[in-house]
């Protein structure tokens, strides 16, 4: 996610951060001039113990190792930090959610590892929640109930769940009407039943703007996850199963807001089986769609090239299923990145005349394609071919196209080739 990278790139930038090593640990009070500590994941324990300046805003815990480290939650019990901003644990895995991260009021930023459910409290004791913010404070006798909700300032939640489970996204969620950016990763995500039966009053959650990735299943017509609450989304990621692939397209069009989207198929038995029927079931101003897994027919490019925002389109992991994907006319008229990458194509027919804006053409993984269409060539906008693990054959062509646009004295169209 952009706001994971974007915490993450800030460590290198010069007087910005104080990142914390074991061979160079201050003393608590030579803490008090740094606001924002990134600590190495082997002192993490130690430092979060003994360190409790209240001035602190950042903490991001950086790990140098690929894998997930195993972390309890009772170490952050003794966590003083308590008017932190952002919190990044994505490094760590919590067997047992962590508790004491509820109590940072001011938290904008939360993103962890864990596979248990976010905290949550029932309906009933969710409103009940709403009724213990509005009491003043000098006369607040109780502890909020414990839940998600806690974090009313919270305003990016990412939150990495084990593979090969699903998870519930809880009703309290509703009540966080700060949030922007949701990303839920490595698990199928389905909205809680709650979600769907407070529909009379619902809380909207107007200033969201990224939700990825849940489940298909909750906008299938047995179970239709109220559009109205998120009226702002532009971001959305749908992991689609077998049994939802013929509808869960409904009512996605209702999200006016929505400008990319993600579709990940998984359990396709069904190769070639459509599931762009209708062009419009798309939001109206969809800018960028990535598909990936599903074994469509390329029959349904017909429909998705009629998207009439489209800019960005993605197509990985064999998105489509068949040899030959022959181009539409009047189709794509406003694209201008198109990837293509891990799918079984062969031959692709296509003319100048069918991506009149293209801009940039990655190929990446494609063994079977034979080459580029040479039309591509010709498109008068084209600025960019890169070429990743393909062909020696498409490679060639890739120079076929470039020397043809040099002998016209168009020297602007890049070639990138990487066969590794």
Known sequence: MAESRHVESMISTENFWYVMRRRELLSPEGLQNHRRLCVHSDIFPYAVSEYSNPQVRTLLSSNSSTGLSFLPDSVLSCLGFKLLRILDLISYYFSDFPIQVLKLFHLRYLALSTSVELPTKASKLG????????????????????????????????????????????????????????????????????????????????NLQTLLTVSSANFSRK?????????????????????????????????????????????????????????????????????????????????IGKIPELEVLKVKDRAFAGRIWET???????????????????IWEATSDHFPRLQHLVLRLCGCLQEIPFGVGEIPTLQMIEIYSCAHSVVSSAKRIQEEQQSYGNDDLEVRINLV
């Open 127 to 206: 409103r009940d929640f709403g009724k213990w913010c509005n009491i003043p404070f000098s006369k607040r006798t109780t502890n909020p109930p414990i839940s998600i909700s806690n974090l009313v300032n919270l305003e990016i939640l990412i939150i990495h769940w084990g593979m090969r489970e699903s998870h519930n996204l809880p009703l309290d969620v509703q009540m966080m009407t700060q949030l922007r950016h949701i990303h839920l990763k490595g698990a199928v995500v389905y909205f809680d039943d709650l979600f769907l039966m407070e529909t009379k009053n619902p809380m909207v959650l107007s």
């Open 328 to 346: 539409a006319d009047e189709g794509f008229l406003g694209l201008k990145f198109l990837l293509l990458e891990k799918n079984e194509i062969e």
């Open 223 to 303: 179970k239709m996850f109220p559009m109205a609450i998120v009226p702002n989304l532009k971001k959305l990621g749908i992991i689609v199963s077998d049994k939802n692939r013929d509808f869960f397209l409904n009512d996605l069009s209702s999200l006016q807001c929505l400008e990319t989207l993600k579709l990940t198929f998984v359990d396709s038995r069904n190769e070639n089986s459509s599931a762009v029927s209708r062009w419009d079931a798309f939001p109206p101003k969809l800018r960028a769609l990535t598909l990936c897994g599903g074994h469509l027919p390329w029959e349904d490019m017909v429909n």
